[in-house]
């Protein structure tokens, strides 16, 4: 992310989530399933989420560590597109999947020592949830 959060704060990552569908009338309109991988790099931390434990992931920790590592993972999905006009669509797409990440752990968002190395953590939930404005050449 190019942007700094409150007070210095700031939520960097990158992801790539490429998708393969088969479309179960037109192709670019309707019915849709899809399977979809994920995979990218983050640095996260110092970041007040209150009490906040998301499908067996405890995002409190966030406030006082840092943490820094990968991931990768694969998901299925379901989605519908509605056609606007000859060029346009409109998308609403929902995907659950597993991702698998390593990662290491700092006391502090930016000066703090490594507390441990080379942790990992598998998450089973969403994977994606979107609305997409399509435009088709």
């Known amino acids: 992310n190019a ?12 992801m790539v989530q490429p998708e393969a569908r088969y479309w179960f009338c037109d192709a670019m309109a309707g019915h849709f399933v899809a399977a979809h991988a994920l995979g990218g790099q983050y640095n996260v931390g110092h970041i007040d989420m209150g009490s906040l434990n998301f499908l067996g992931t405890n995002l409190k920790n966030l406030k006082d ?3 820094q590592g990968w991931y990768g993972g694969l998901g299925v999905a379901y989605g519908y597109s509605w056609i606007l006009s000859r060029h346009f669509n409109i998308e609403a797409e929902l995907g659950v999947g597993w991702i698998y990440t390593k990662f290491d752990t700092f006391e502090c968002a930016g000066c703090g020592r490594r507390v441990n190395t080379g942790r990992s953590h598998n ?11 399509v435009y088709v050449f």
């Open 65 to 67: 560590h840092r943490y």
């Open 3 to 14: 942007w700094t959060l409150d007070h210095g704060k700031k939520w960097k990552h990158w």
């Open 123 to 133: 998450y089973v939930g969403p994977t994606k949830a979107a609305i997409n404005l």
